[in-house]
């Protein structure tokens, strides 16, 4: 016998399971940093905002193409459809919603596609969701103050993404809402982050390197500048052109290619202090850099390649592989 019994889950317990997918702040962050690179912005806003009363605001605006009303409804779907660009890294369509709220507990997105156009705005709010206990977008007015942000960080175009009621940003609660103490964690966060995104986006940051398109992202009003894994100033490349390329064959018999290259940093006693801190030499920092799409995705360990899955050998600590592939 078939059945075809329709049988939707629980809103409030769907939403909240939805937090709880291993994110980080910084993970969580570059996955709405991922939606502006895809919306061809070149200029990227992060900001972290602590009011007086205690209250923890997160904003990320771009200058992208913005949305219409269609597409900013999409974009909010839990399960979205897939993007019809191939470069695109959101495959499931869950990241905006998912990072969101493992963050805070609402998340509002504002968008325009040109200066001309009004802005639109729709929300998730979780609180809102267990109250009505169904799958209720918010759809607030505007405000004047998120006008005056939206004008400081995505200029005529774009799209701004407010996270609020930041229950998760800082791993601890501080007695004195919005003090010293607190006010000290969230620094320290915002550099994590400079550090995580200086990382993970290093080849579009670097005005020099012509693989990715070019893009600024000013974090706490700080540019943030590229680090190179690869040390590649002082580095050797010991893998010939011929050997860089990587024919692999997929599943429907087509066959694509990967690039690879093997870099062997320098030792730490020809360095000074300066050139050491930038190289970061460590037995952790050995291994694979995976790159898709121009994006760092795994950086460090041998993946099992070498032994041990969690094998760090000191007298491998020298040297570090990029392996870069893209869609097909």
Not at 36 to 43: I, K, M, R, Y
Not at 153 to 167: E, P
Not at 240 to 247: A, G, P
């Amino acid at each position: 016998m078939t059945f075809s019994l329709i049988n939707p889950p629980n809103p409030a317990r769907s939403a909240k399971a939805q937090r709880d997918y291993g994110y980080t702040f910084q993970t969580a962050a570059a996955d709405v940093i991922d939606n502006s690179v895809a919306a061809n912005a070149t200029e990227i806003n992060v900001k972290i905002n602590l009011r007086s009363d205690g209250r923890k605001f997160v904003y990320f605006g771009d200058n992208g193409k913005g949305m219409t009303e269609k597409g900013l409804f999409l974009a909010m779907t839990y399960g979205s459809p897939e993007r019809e660009d191939p470069e695109s890294l959101g495959r499931f369509g869950m990241g905006l919603k998912s990072a969101s709220t493992s963050v805070g507990r609402c998340f509002n997105v504002i968008t325009r596609t040109s200066k001309n156009s009004s802005l639109l705005k729709l929300g998730w709010d979780l609180d809102h969701i267990e109250d009505v206990s169904a799958w209720e977008m918010i759809q607030h007015p505007v405000t004047e103050e998120e006008i005056e942000i939206f004008s400081d960080m995505c200029g005529d175009s774009g799209t701004l993404v407010i996270w609020s009621k930041c229950d998760r940003i800082l791993s601890k609660n501080y007695q004195d809402a919005a003090g010293t103490k607190e006010k000290q964690a969230l620094k320290r966060l915002s550099t994590k982050l400079k550090q995580h995104v200086a990382t993970v986006y290093h080849r579009f940051l670097d005005s020099s390197d012509q693989t990715e398109v070019n893009l600024s992202i000013i974090i706490d009003d700080e540019l943030v500048k590229p680090w190179d894994p690869f040390f590649t100033s002082h580095s050797e490349q010991v893998l010939t052109e011929q050997q860089q390329k990587i024919e692999i064959e997929t599943e429907d018999n087509n066959t694509h290619t990967a690039v690879i290259r093997a870099w062997i940093l320098p030792h730490g006693n020809d360095l000074d202090d300066a050139e050491k801190k930038e190289a970061r030499i460590t037995n952790n920092g050995q291994g694979f850099y995976i790159y898709r799409e121009g994006r760092l995705i795994c950086q460090g360990g041998w993946h099992g390649v070498f032994g041990s899955y969690n094998t760090m050998e000191p007298h491998m600590s020298l040297l570090r592989i990029e392996f870069d592939f893209k869609h097909p």
